[in-house]
DNA sequence: GCCAACGATTAGATGCGGCTAACTTACCTG
DNA sequence: CAGGTAAGTTAGCCGCATCTAATCGTTGGC
């Protein structure tokens, strides 16, 4: 029955629920090639006006998260990406416990954890961490970043992007669309499966993909956002 | 990677963190009998200035949370306390959580709680009851709330106020203390035990008090925090 | 090589929840 | 019952994070 929950500390600088998400948002969407963020794709991402995030990425920068040039975007700095990897640890470890704890149905723990995310302490995290076994991988199959702030990333490519023949293993898919991540578990398609591509229709048409669970064909949407760790 | 999670809505109005946090102090400050709240206990309780309570209390009316009469008081109305009730069945609930299945140390379980009552959905919570088997108190002592919002309050006395010879069961004590919380639980002292006053010193000194696990001195302080339903 | 179009930024406003300082009200004391 | 004191309220401010509207930079097409 305190007051208020004060916005977290990090070198004594404020870090606000939206600095978090502003700085998940910049990562994630530079993830691999170090390309600098767009302010109409971040104020996209996060669902704000783009005048919205071009103010908030300028008080970002007196932060030390990130480092800007105007009219040509954003970057994190490694302060920033230390901010991006603590809350990302968090959801990822809460849409693993929810799932696997509590039983949470896959297709909800993604919008409970994107609260819960920034309320959970440190400790209560590393707890969560240690009752599942210090994981590596969330149920969706995105790497959990350690507590030290670091990733293992493995290269993957969209299943839209495989030729017919090709094999591999079905490592990640995006957790954030609900309808999506339902049709897969009726179909009892999870990452870490193993894949071939048997047929690809042109024109973005719809591929036909071997699970182990049996044979499905994917339309151009799902096959896009599911990602494969391709053989060799 | 949604936007911000925007405030939950109770018959169309916004309840806002800090709206459950004054509705959950309102109702503390006035439980058992329903008197009028100070606008001055509310501050201290909240820990913000008088100023900063009179505007936000003024703020909760026209929500229908509160009935108001200036420098009288306040006092919650039926939807009010339907929302003080939803926040702590969700403390007590995660309370019970966080120190039964995660383990967290008992003194700790509030702070976390605080924080993590504003961020849990409904239906988290109720995964969360189930899990525990739809509990009917925390690990204070305290008497969880019902989903609908009915609450089973036994009459306790402070311990402070027990003569010698008393007997009752330890019914409940301040989830808010660290420090005590540590001391009884070094103790092996708990709600739900049985004890008796052996002993009680004049003018708020000490009182001897025989526990299940022992016969313990205890301060004034301390002995106004504990509650006891005392038999008969 | 100019300029239109588009993306980015600035300007100015809003709502929330907090603050201090100044002023009212209620009530108690003499 | 007058007046002082303590509690409560109002006034005016701030910072955060958002918005719309207007302006500015960059760049590609002609």
Redesign the interface.
Known sequence: ?????PPARTSGAAVS??VQ?YA??IY?LQRGAGEPVSTSSLAE????SAASASAMVKRLEPLGLVSRRPYRGVQLTDAGERVALAVIRHHRLLELY?AD????PWD?VH??A???E????P??SE??AA?LGNPTHDPHGDPIPTVDGTIEETATVPLAELRAGRTGIFARVSD?DPEMLRYLSERGIAPGDRLEVVERQPFDGPLTVRFTSGEYPLGGGLARMMRVAVDQ
Do not use: F, Y
């Open positions: 029955m305190t007051a208020e929950s629920q939206a998400d998940k948002a994630s991402r996060l669902g704000v929810l704890a509590l039983g949470m909800r919008a409970e994107e609260v819960l920034h309320a959970i302490s400790e209560l707890l969560i009752k954030s």
